[in-house]
């Protein structure tokens, strides 16, 4: 891992393959990232590194440097009883498997009688992935992000 890393702001404009937009930080705080820190999908990351402050571009990251394949291992059913979520259920809701943070996210892709199937890949596992991006900002990491592995605040 090199030393020489940045911290880098942008602004972007997320696209599925078929050009429907599916999420921007236009209108609100750019990202703010610490290169290969694992804060950003390793595509987007690997293409930043090689922008500059003032670039906009798009560049495009497959499935395999986003969020994945789907695996279908990942897709499971379980009985209504062990969902954590009170009500009725449909195809399409999300939900925590525990109510920790770092708790994984399921998504209810299947309902029959007392079963439910349940998928627990990434929402947007196995779609490759279009991103509009600007480059705002970047300076080189200093040392305590370095250690961190995240950006810090910068005191004038």
């Known amino acids: 891992m090199s030393e020489n890393r940045r911290v880098v702001s942008f602004h972007y404009t997320l696209r599925n393959p078929e050009g429907r937009i599916l999420d921007s930080s236009a ?9 290969q820190a694992g804060m ?4 987007l990351d690997e293409a930043v590194q090689a922008l500059s402050a003032g670039t906009k571009t798009t560049v495009e990251v497959p499935a395999a440097k986003g969020y994945g394949a789907h695996d279908p291992s990942q897709v499971q059913p379980v009985t209504r009883d062990r969902i954590p979520v ?5 195809i399409g809701d999300q939900f ?3 109510p920790d943070a770092g708790a994984p996210v399921v998504t209810v892709v299947g309902i029959d009688g007392d079963q439910v199937m349940l998928d627990a890949n990434h929402s947007m596992a196995g779609v490759d992935l279009s991103f509009e991006v600007e480059v705002l900002q970047e300076r080189p990491a200093t040392a305590d992000e370095l250690k961190q ?6 005191v004038d």
């Open 27 to 35: 209108g609100g705080d750019p990202i703010v990232f610490l290169e």
């Open 40 to 43: 950003i999908i390793d595509g």
């Open 86 to 90: 009170e009500g009725d259920l449909k």
């Open 96 to 98: 925590q498997t525990a």
């Open 149 to 154: 592995g995240k950006p810090l605040p910068v």
